[in-house]
């Protein structure tokens, strides 16, 4: 880590207390990681507001005997095969399963492939976790 910078914060004790608590639980080495995973996190968030080259992650829970849910998660895949660096496919049980989908690209590209993905009929849950494309942070 070059170029480190040291900087004074001012908290409330009440809320040190708080956070200290919080970092245990997390097993957080210390409070200048959390801290730097706090401020990546909201520079992250800033990204995709500015419709930037991100990377996100797509997580589907489905019924797979339901008809014709599989194509249509793979039509909306296909056309949108730019988008997407790697998927993967876990079978949960008898009936469900997982779909992880990594895409790359402008924000409102990804966020639109999400949205198309969880909307399909008999997608059980669908979720974007939103991430840096890595260059910045």
């Not at 005997?65 to 095969?81: N, P, T, W, Y």
């Not at 909307?119 to 979720?127: A, L």
Request: hydrophobic residues 40%; aromatic residues 4%.
């Amino acid at each position: 880590m070059s170029g480190l910078v040291r900087f004074g914060v001012a908290l409330e004790k009440k809320i040190l207390e708080e956070f200290d608590r919080l970092l245990r639980t997390r097993h957080y080495p210390t409070r200048s990681k959390a801290i730097g995973d706090l401020i990546r996190k909201e520079l992250v968030n800033q990204q995709w507001q500015s419709d930037r080259t991100v990377t996100g992650i797509i997580a589907l829970v489905y019924e797979h005997h339901r008809r014709e849910l599989v194509s249509r998660l793979m039509d909306i895949q296909h056309h949108h095969h730019d988008l997407i660096i790697s998927s993967q496919h876990v079978h949960l049980d008898q009936n469900h399963c997982l779909e992880i989908i990594v895409a790359r690209g402008q924000s409102g590209e990804v966020e639109e492939l999400a949205c198309l993905l969880q909307g399909v009929k008999g997608v059980k849950f669908g979720t974007l976790v939103r991430a840096s494309a890595g260059e910045e942070l």
